[in-house]
């Protein structure tokens, strides 16, 4: 039923020939010949596109990324289960989370450059960061509905798992230096304040500011595009200004 749904919708994309650009950029990526390419140009197809089915559903990338994260929470978990056995639920949780971390699946869809392959009505600048996480996130759904658990499996192994050189090193790894510098805070009882606001730019990009306090002294700044972006700079900024304290 949903192979009829998706050829039907991309059957006159010239990107689905085998010697299409598309194609030979997917199989470099998934080092695989699809199945299915239908599954591949809906993982990659943006919702400004305004694509929709003969019942007026929305075709795009999302449900996939839906699908391909839940695929990667349960590849993971498996893997740390097995590789971990001393550990208890709360210690994998953190490290599986620490593996899925938006920052880590931003960086591998950057590498393997899955915007190149959006069809879109937007300009790539006008994307957020996690597009690239969203991107791997959409594959991965499709190589499960293409070629089922074990390529998706194969896949998360190779392109995600592999990177981690060993447990330990996930340990140490930092993936939040906002969350870590709140937890410091509250376990030492200090206040802290994440004091936001929009910066007034000649550019046409917005951008954030955050002055971070602790006890009620300006401690770090920070400025980046979004709000979340600018205190987690605030909070690394911060961190290596009191790791000493910090880590002692």
Known sequence: M???IYNKIFKNSRSTKKDGIF???LIRIIDAKPVNISYYELAFTHRSMNKTDSDGIAINYE?????GDAMLNSVVASHLYIEVPNGDEGYLTKMRSKLVSRENLNKIGRDLKLIDLVKSKM???QFGENIHGNLLESLIGAIYLDRGYPACEKFIHRRLISTIKNIQHLE??????KSLLIEWCQKKKHSFLFDSYEEQTMEDVKYFGVKLFINNK???KGRATTKKKAEEKAAQRAYFALQNKINP
Not at 63 to 67: D, S
Not at 172 to 177: A, E, F, L, P, Q
């Open 23 to 25: 194609y030979q950029k």
């Open 172 to 177: 140490t790894k930092i993936t939040s230096y």
């Open 2 to 4: 949903l192979n009829t």
């Open 123 to 125: 300009g790539n600048q």
């Open 218 to 220: 300006l401690i770090a």
């Open 63 to 67: 449900r996939l990324e839906f699908l």
